[in-house]
């Protein structure tokens, strides 16, 4: 069975900053690997994916993740943090091979930027 | 354009009263259909998903069930809600293909009083 951890519940972080939410994933067949964004009582906003392909794939505002195969591992950045990044983030993975219709979450990361 | 729909926003039951979400998605066929529910605001639990009409895979044997009577339609139910069952419930779809996201509704916030 396919899951995620995100070891931090929070990550605190600087305007202007550079940061990092870190993610590691486990499936037994290729992973498909996606980070979401969540504000307050709102539903998820999607944010990026990994397929296949490049490491480094670049999604919506200004934020990027890096795939590692060898540490299973999909680490959301962004080079310059703003105010308005605060939120609850999420890492999610599903199975390419077998169960590829199962999409699991992470238990999500609070993301505090100051000013 | 393809949007998700799901109602209502807010809901206060009483324990042991019937439950009845509904979700549904325009301007697609065929959808992958997903209902999760978030507890206190972190995590994010797989409820239940389905890939077809009638077709509907259980994660975690529990008080709700899920029914998907139309291509396009998913409902999560209850028929005796308990205390444990209130949290923020989401509705997700996503095309039948392999390399897709997920795209989620706004949530229903269920109170169980």
């Known amino acids: 069975a396919q899951s995620v951890a995100q070891p931090e519940d929070q990550v605190n972080v600087a305007e202007g900053n550079p940061l990092t939410v870190k993610c590691t994933y486990s499936?037994?067949?290729?992973?498909?690997l996606f980070w979401y964004v969540q504000y307050p009582n709102r539903g998820l906003q999607f944010l990026l994916k990994?397929?296949?392909?490049?490491?480094l794939v670049k999604g919506s505002y200004g934020f990027e993740a890096e795939f590692n195969k060898s540490q299973t591992s999909f680490h959301l950045k962004k080079p310059s943090a703003l105010v308005s990044d605060s939120a609850l983030y999420f890492c999610?993975?599903?199975?390419?091979?077998?169960?590829?219709?199962?999409?699991?979450f992470g238990t999500g990361t609070r993301l505090l930027v100051s000013p | 354009s393809q949007t998700i729909h799901q109602w209502p926003a807010t809901l206060v039951q009483p324990v042991g009263s019937p439950l009845s979400l509904e979700c549904t998605v325009e301007?697609?066929?065929?959808?992958?259909l997903y209902w999760y529910r978030q507890a206190a605001g972190r995590g994010l639990q797989l409820l239940f998903y389905s890939v077809g009409i009638g077709q509907i895979s259980s994660e975690v044997p529990q008080n709700l069930s899920a029914s998907r009577p139309q291509d396009r339609q998913f409902i999560l139910s209850s028929k005796k809600l308990l205390l444990s069952d209130s949290g923020f419930y989401l509705c997700?779809?996503?095309?039948?293909?392999?390399?897709?996201?997920?795209?989620f509704g706004q949530g229903t916030r269920l109170t169980v009083v």
């Open positions: 999610a993975v599903r199975d390419g091979n077998t169960g590829f219709q199962k999409l699991v």
């Open positions: 990994y397929i296949t392909g490049d490491n």
């Open positions: 499936v037994s067949g290729n992973p498909y």
């Open positions: 997700a779809w996503r095309p039948p293909v392999r390399n897709t996201e997920a795209f």
């Open positions: 301007g697609t066929s065929n959808p992958n």
